[in-house]
């Protein structure tokens, strides 16, 4: 290893492409029919996050944990039972997460292309295994990562694990990504440095407070600029 090379580990939805605003675009449909009214939106769209919370903690992430949560967040919100054509509205939402041409983050591929050509360059995405999967092969930045890890969970313990299967240099090593609860703090208690770049949409049970006065984390407006310091 050269004395400037490091290890980058790439979270991939909301950080090398655009994932959350698909949700956020169904979420809108569902209140539209389970909480038309403006008064009622916040306060419904605040129950479907605490269940949504619930189901990740249970059954993990994916369109169909989405399904359920929306179908749990209705008959909760309404004291009714969703019926066949009711669910078979929530299922049209929930699977039009699905059917969208990726959107990859602007400077990603540029970016991404010069990195690996200086550093050693990893992808740690979690969520339902079938669906990240397609997602990482229509990307079509597999090429430049030497492994690609879809986990359940972005925990300690996944970094923990991470760093034993590549016997990685913690010293060394970069997790980048978007989300504050899963990317950055977990990465940091796990003794690794960590990249944040915000996204706007970035999902709200994804946010965490960061320490500002933390100098592990490197902030950074944009993903094109990873150059810069890398």
């Not at 940091?188 to 592990?216: C, K, M, S, Y």
């Amino acid at each position: 290893m050269r004395h400037d090379e490091q290890t980058l580990v790439f979270d991939a939805d909301d950080t090398l492409w655009e994932n959350n605003v698909h949700f956020e675009r169904a979420i809108e449909g569902f209140l539209d029919e389970a909480a038309p009214l403006p008064a009622d939106r916040a306060a419904a769209r605040a129950t479907l996050d605490g269940i949504e919370a619930a189901n990740a903690r249970l059954h993990g992430y994916g369109s169909q944990v989405f399904l359920r949560s929306l179908v749990e967040c209705f008959e909760q919100l309404t004291g009714q039972v969703a019926d066949a054509a009711r669910r078979a509205r929530f299922e049209a939402l929930a699977d039009s997460i699905g059917h969208h041409e990726l959107e990859l983050i602007p400077g990603v591929v540029e970016t991404l292309a010069a990195l690996t050509d200086r550093h050693h360059l990893l992808l740690l995405t979690k969520g339902d295994r079938a669906e990240q999967q397609a997602k990482v092969d229509a990307s079509g930045l597999a090429g430049h990562f030497r492994a690609v890890h879809i986990v359940a969970e972005k925990d300690v313990a996944a970094y923990r694990w991470l760093v034993g299967e590549h016997r990685l240099a913690s010293e060394r090593t970069w997790m980048i990504g978007n989300s504050p609860k899963s990317d950055i703090l977990p990465a940091r208690r796990a003794g690794l440095n960590a990249v944040f770049i915000p996204n706007q949409h970035t999902w709200v049970l994804e946010h965490e407070e960061l320490d500002p006065a933390d100098t592990g984390v490197l902030r950074l407006d944009a993903f094109a600029e990873l150059g810069e310091h890398f």
